[in-house]
């Protein structure tokens, strides 16, 4: 059984920084592209950023050069390192694992296999 947990989510003003992890379990972590979205009240998830099982990443114009996504296979947990955070990227943030090729170079949520339950960020102005 696959299962994707989250941590390092909280509150925090605007410049701040925040890292979360994503402790994955259930299935060959090593071999899967990953991702991490988030979901604003209101709005549909989007991408933030991805990672394929070669280490190559894709990010989210809104987020790059502020963020950055890297995995440790050796314990099987992905993060994301948040820097200089801004209010709008106040949202709930999910760790996705499995995207295929085009899923994790594009983004796209709808290939996403395996979900975790979501850490929510805070950003205050």
Not at 2 to 28: D, H, I, K, N, P
């Amino acid at each position: 059984q696959v299962q994707l947990v989250e941590s390092g989510g909280g509150s925090v003003q605007s410049g701040g920084s925040l890292r979360l992890s994503c402790a994955a379990s259930g299935y060959t972590y090593s071999s899967h592209s990953m991702a991490w979205f988030r979901q604003a009240p209101g709005k549909e998830r989007e991408g933030v950023a991805g990672i394929d099982s070669d280490g190559r990443t894709t990010y989210a114009d809104s987020v790059q050069g502020r963020f950055t996504i890297s995995r440790d296979n050796a314990k099987n947990t992905l993060y994301l390192q948040m820097n200089s955070l801004k209010a709008e990227d106040t949202a709930m943030y999910y760790c996705a694992a499995d995207l295929g090729r085009l899923g994790w170079w594009f983004l796209l949520h709808t290939y996403v296999n395996y979900w975790g339950q979501g850490t929510q960020v805070t950003v205050s102005s």
